[in-house]
């Protein structure tokens, strides 16, 4: 009976034990069959693969690639040109690898890799993800997606002080999680189209190591675009940038008023100006200098003002100027009149001087048409008394008059 019972159950281990081996097979060839399978499927065309990305924190000019054409490539590929897509979706075109591809496209043997060095700034998309794109002709591209280093350049608030016009305040942050120091080299302002690369104090170049953070004061006039917009962007010297846009406040208003040149005393002139200021710690301005500048550029100075410079200019308060500076020389042209401030704020305004009556000013000035075209009847009106006329451009304007010097 005892017997009995042990061959029973060595019998059923026996066929505990062939089953199993049986379902293990069975698997075994299930699993190799598929991928025998796979192997088996031998592309028809050309198909590479992107084996491997690298990229430098420290220089974001480049990115490595290494391509791979398999052993089961059924021929050479032809590697055509490399694209970067960005999140944002925009395609890049890599202009410039090493080694070259040339334009027949660069010949890459079964079985064998190439490593490219891809000149592509990519600093713009620090802590971004990209798709790098590899064509091929005639076969099957590559496509590989990897996230580039961040490294982060921060700008805080832009300080403008009332009381300095020629001057703003900012702060840079290089950010706790960037993955390397980057090396401040340059602060760019763009305003009205226009752009400025400006000093500031410290002087650059300033490293930053992640996390630190630092206060610049830049020396540019931002007085004179009061309540325009205005972008400031900070430049390291691996190529990564800060950037921040703002609004100028309005601090200070100018109003003119009664711009006056009397012809019976060509030896001045007069204006009025006002000022209103829209802060509490701007109540004057300190007015430093009157300019006036000519059509051809040229910038001259009154030989004396009164009330005289410098003069304080109180807020809510009129004040007229009066500018020695002889301008019968100038008459019908218009100039620009410019008024300075010690704070950095200016004011300029255009002012056509006018004619004058024939017969005021130095000498007279007569119509061109006179001598060049009817001189002849000129020399008739005369009665003999106008025999030869000797004559000169004039400084003035009036378009092309000329003065008398001489008649004998």
């Not at 590559?142 to 921060?154: Q, S």
Request: glycine share 8%; with cysteine.
């Amino acid at each position: 009976m005892a017997m009995g019972r042990a061959m029973n159950r060595i019998v059923f281990a026996l066929t505990l034990t062939l089953a199993l081996m049986v379902g293990a097979i069975l698997s075994y060839m299930g699993v190799v069959g598929y991928y025998l399978s796979l192997e088996l499927k031998v592309p028809e065309k050309p198909a590479i693969s992107i084996s491997s990305f690298k990229v430098s924190a420290d220089n974001p000019t480049f990115f490595n690639i290494t391509v791979l054409n398999p052993t089961f490539s059924p021929g050479e590929a032809v590697i055509s040109g490399i694209n970067v897509l960005v999140s944002e979706g925009n395609v890049y075109k890599v202009i410039s690898t090493e080694p070259p591809i040339p334009s027949g496209g660069y010949r890459l043997k079964v079985g064998a890799s190439e490593t490219f060095k891809c000149f592509w700034a990519w600093a713009n998309y620090t802590g971004q993800s990209i798709s790098i794109v590899v064509f091929v002709k005639d076969g099957s591209g590559a496509v590989f997606t990897a996230t580039l280093p961040l490294v982060a350049v921060e700008i805080g608030d832009l300080e403008f002080d009332p009381g300095k016009g020629e001057s703003f305040n900012i702060s840079i942050r290089s950010g706790e999680k960037s993955a390397v120091s980057v090396d401040l080299e340059g602060i760019r302002v763009i305003v009205d189209g226009s752009v400025y690369d400006v000093e500031s104090e410290p002087p650059l170049p300033i490293n930053l190591n992640p996390g630190d953070s630092l206060n610049l004061t830049c020396k540019w006039n931002w007085a004179a675009y009061q309540g325009g917009s205005i972008t400031v962007i900070v430049r390291t010297r691996q190529g990564y940038i800060g950037r921040i846009e703002s609004v100028i406040p309005t601090y200070v208003a100018f109003n003119v008023s009664r711009v006056t040149f009397d012809p019976n005393n060509t030896s001045c002139f007069n204006f009025t100006v006002s000022m209103s200021s829209f802060h509490e710690s701007l109540n004057a301005l300190n007015v430093t200098e009157v300019t006036i500048m000519l059509k051809d550029g040229s910038i001259l100075k009154p030989s004396k003002t009164v009330p005289e410079l410098p003069y304080v200019l109180k807020a809510s308060s009129a004040t007229t100027f009066t500018c020695e500076w002889g301008w019968a020389s100038y008459a019908g042209e218009e100039v620009t009149i410019t008024i300075n401030t010690s704070q950095g704020y200016s004011l300029s305004f255009q002012h056509v001087i006018p004619h004058l009556p024939r017969g005021k000013g130095e000498d007279t000035v007569l119509s061109p048409y006179i001598f060049f075209r009817d001189l002849s009847r000129a020399n008739k009106a005369s009665s003999g008394f106008l025999s030869a006329v000797m004559y000169e451009p004039t400084t003035a304007t009036l378009a092309p008059a000329l003065r008398i010097s001489a008649i004998v």
